[in-house]
């Protein structure tokens, strides 16, 4: 893994995707790119805005990223799951870098369900399978103790 290049992208609407995302980041050293959104999702007003344009699969606008994926030998793309999918910003990015991600790895946080059908949308969108794949539930981050399955992805990856 030390002589990989691994970039960690992610999308985070109320926190949950982002500890996760740094918690891995933390165990890989790697670079990190946070996908930020040019809509405001905060809030009661923001989930309702952002259950209706996932309802409608409405592209996300999102600010440039910094980063070329293309520079990177691995892209660890975390989401929350959004109407049983991958959140519209996170999609928003796998459209607009198709073609430039080379080995992927996906995790997701969601409620309860769709980890399965996001990580099969975000493997579509990337035109390939993932190296690993990590699921955990909102719960497990905010009062369990995820750290274990965290570790063993990222064992997944470094294997
Ligand atoms: C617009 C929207 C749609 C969601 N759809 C689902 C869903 O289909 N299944 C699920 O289990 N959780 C769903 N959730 C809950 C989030 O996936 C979950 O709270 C996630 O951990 C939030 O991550 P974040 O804090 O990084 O934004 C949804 C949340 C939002 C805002």
């Known amino acids: ?5 691994v970039l960690m992208l992610y ?25 930020l959104d040019r809509k405001d999702r905060s809030g009661v007003t923001g989930y ?4 209706k344009d996932s309802a409608l699969r409405k ?6 990223v910094r980063r070329d994926p293309a520079d990177y030998d691995l892209v660890v793309i975390g989401t929350p799951v959004w109407g049983f999918s991958v959140c519209g910003p996170v999609r928003t990015y796998l459209v607009q870098h198709e073609g430039r991600l080379g080995e992927v790895a996906f995790f997701c946080t969601r409620m309860l369900l769709g980890a399965r059908r996001a990580m099969r949308h975000m493997a579509e969108l990337c035109g390939g399978q993932p190296r690993a794949v990590l699921a955990l539930r909102m719960g497990e981050v905010s009062k369990g103790d995820p750290r274990g399955k ?10």
């Open 150 to 159: 965290i570790q063993a992805f990222v064992e997944a990856l470094r294997g």
């Open 11 to 35: 999308y985070s609407r109320s926190g949950t995707t982002r500890k996760v995302a740094e918690a891995i980041a933390a165990l890989l050293g790697c670079d990190v790119e946070e996908i």
């Open 1 to 5: 893994m030390a002589d990989k290049k």
């Open 48 to 51: 309702l805005v952002s259950l």
């Open 59 to 64: 592209p996300a606008e999102i600010e440039p």
